[in-house]
């Protein structure tokens, strides 16, 4: 591996390190939320669950 290639590398971790960080942040401040947490209250309630296939449906993937 060549100088260029480690250094790209070490760009693309760190770009990687921030988004985790970035997306644990976001995870606690939604949690945090009471809308958010209102939601889940609400989804934990309902008693229709959805099978793998019949989500990938929904999602046309």
Do not use: C
Request: hydrophobic fraction near 35%.
């Amino acid at each position: 591996m060549n100088a260029h290639d480690m250094k790209k590398e070490m760009y693309v971790d760190q770009k990687h390190e921030e988004h985790m960080f970035d997306s644990i942040t976001e995870d606690l401040l939604a949690s945090s939320s009471p809308v958010y947490l209102a939601n889940i209250k609400k989804a934990r309630s309902e008693r229709k669950r959805y099978s793998l296939k019949e989500v990938r449906r929904m999602l046309d993937i």
